[in-house]
């Protein structure tokens, strides 16, 4: 079954990243666990260690859910 469409309003930002940390969200994407590309891989980790940050004290925050 397809998941829903995000509702949620989003932004694009732009990261530069090095061939190897491509080629290892590539790899962390095979498995689907993580997402379906490097980019999609990409911002689930990146707001997983937000949460991480914001769970320890050291983030504030969030005004609305990530």
């Not at 090095?18 to 980019?39: D, R």
């Not at 990409?42 to 983030?59: F, P, S, T, V, Y």
Request: no cysteine; proline share 6%.
């Amino acid at each position: 079954m397809a998941r829903p469409k995000n509702t949620t309003e989003t932004v694009q930002i732009t990261l530069s990243a090095t061939p190897q940390v491509k080629e290892l969200l590539e790899e962390l994407s095979k498995s689907g666990f993580y997402g379906k590309n490097a980019a999609e891989t990409a911002l689930m980790l990146l707001k997983e260690k937000i949460r991480d940050l914001q769970r320890d004290g050291q983030a504030p925050a969030p005004k609305y859910s990530t």
